[in-house]
């Protein structure tokens, strides 16, 4: 017995990097708390991050019974209550068959669990989020606890639910951001873990030109690529398309081995023919799902268009290649490095919506005070980016300076900002939530410290 408390403190220094995510312990079906510390010791290697909101949770509750044999009368057969029957049928998988050893069984006798799947919800009705719980067969973070559900939501950057992000039991770390795509290319879970692969193993293959020719994927070795995601149907992408087939032609003209590789989302074989038509570069065939499905849940694509530049190692320089293209239209700054303070424009204002944003309003009628705040804020955001770097972790906040056009007016007045300028604000868009530092002189000590207190959660809060 002697072992126990030394089994004990392995288990809790197992579950630490989860424990810091999720907290102490999670909610079961039942009501009662789970020990996230507990996780480990069932064997679970692996957490599935489910968010999204209990009215499709409502659904997935009803199906996760039909799922189950249980009959579900009333539920819908929409596409809720299908992703939802999906995702029951899948995690059923990995629960421990009951039959095959006795409650009483030594742990290493016991079938493994494997996978967990923890809902994070958005819901702010606490009876909603009881009802829609209950019914689900996975654990849940508990309702109280709103800023840790917040601080998950811009951690891993989710922008549209419903959304199911594996991570790593062990280390917390991201293993696939795409999640449903993995429940509906592998149901069966042959693929278990779901890793991420090299891009070359990925898009392995052969590859179209628009006048029906091809070519091997490894033509790709030792060039910048940009993998393009993006669909006729989709406004957005078309205007991207027009801009960013002046950029192939620029970057391609300036020396750069440089290839674009299009992963169509259209929704017919012939609307894929029609849209490629118009681009000069690769594409995977539309034919093969499995490798443009695969590509998605590679980079987690979350929306369209969406560019990721990569480097001739095949890592990824760059998630914003859309903004990159749209700000650099003679790509002087190519193959786009990210900049640790990025000027607001109206093209990059989407990243707003990402997460957390540290934004400096400066008055850009002074010459030079757009760049003298760049350089002031520029230490800090590459201390901040280096330190998660060293982690494998993407940065908590992305760095701005804005001047004084439309598009910052509008967001002053959407975010019910002061005039004042200097301002130095954390805006966090998806938490609707604000904070801001209106003093007479901003220095290098005053942003850090601002900075710091945000990331310690020592700041309180303002409703946006």
């Not at 997460?355 to 850009?364: K, Q, R």
Request: hydrophobic letters at 40%; a negative charge; proline letters at 7%.
């Amino acid at each position: 017995m002697s072992s126990s408390p030394c089994a004990a403190a392995a288990a809790a220094a197992a579950a630490a990097p989860l424990a810091e995510l999720l907290g102490e312990a999670l909610a079961a079906p039942d009501g009662s708390a789970v020990p996230v510390a507990s996780l480990p010791a069932r064997g679970v290697s692996l957490v599935g991050l489910y968010f999204g909101y209990c009215g499709a949770g409502s659904s997935a509750a009803g199906a996760a019974a039909a799922a189950a044999g249980a009959g579900a009368a009333g539920t819908g057969a929409g596409p809720g209550a299908q992703l939802a029957a999906s995702l029951a049928a899948f995690y059923a998988r990995f629960q421990p068959a009951r039959s095959e050893a006795g409650a009483g069984a030594a742990p290493e006798q016991r079938q493994q669990q494997r996978l967990e799947i923890v809902f994070v919800s958005a819901e702010q009705d606490q009876q909603r989020w009881q009802e829609a719980t209950r019914a689900m067969p996975w654990l849940a973070l508990p309702f109280a606890d709103k800023r840790r559900k917040l601080k998950l939501w811009n951690k891993f950057r989710v922008s549209n639910i419903p959304s199911l992000i594996f991570i790593d039991a062990t280390t917390g770390k991201v293993v696939c951001r795409n999640g449903l795509l993995v429940i509906r290319d592998d149901p069966e879970g042959l693929e278990f873990p779901w890793g991420a692969r090299p891009f070359g193993d990925v898009v392995a293959g052969p590859l179209l030109r628009n006048n029906g020719q091809t070519q091997e994927s490894s033509t790709l070795e030792g060039s910048y690529v940009g993998v393009y995601f993006s669909a006729h149907w989709c406004p957005p992408c078309r205007s991207l398309t027009r801009v960013l087939v002046e950029s192939y032609r620029k970057i391609k003209e300036s020396g750069h081995k440089f290839e674009i590789v299009f992963v169509s989302a259209d929704r017919s074989e012939e609307s894929f023919k029609q849209y490629f038509s118009e681009m000069p570069w690769l594409a995977v065939p539309y034919a093969d799902d499995s490798r443009r499905s695969r590509l998605n849940r590679l980079y987690g694509i979350q929306g369209i268009p969406t560019l990721i530049v990569l480097d001739p190692k095949g890592d990824v320089i760059t998630r914003q290649g859309r903004v990159e293209v749209l700000n650099d239209i003679e790509c002087r700054e190519f193959p786009w490095h990210p900049k640790p303070v990025l000027e607001l424009t109206d093209s990059n204002a989407v990243q707003l919506n990402e997460g957390p944003c540290l934004v400096l309003f400066v008055d850009s009628d002074d010459d030079g005070e757009s760049e003298a705040a760049k350089q002031l804020i520029q230490p800090i955001a590459e201390k901040i980016i280096a330190k998660y770097k060293a982690k494998d972790e993407e940065a908590p906040l992305l760095f701005f300076v804005a001047g004084e056009d439309d598009m910052t007016d509008s967001l002053r007045d959407y975010t019910n900002l002061p005039e004042a300028a200097p301002l130095l604000t954390i805006l966090d868009m998806s938490a609707r939530a604000k904070y801001v530092m209106d003093v007479e002189e901003i220095t290098p000590d005053i942003v850090e410290a601002f900075v710091n207190d945000f990331l310690m959660d020592k700041l309180k809060p303002e409703p946006i």
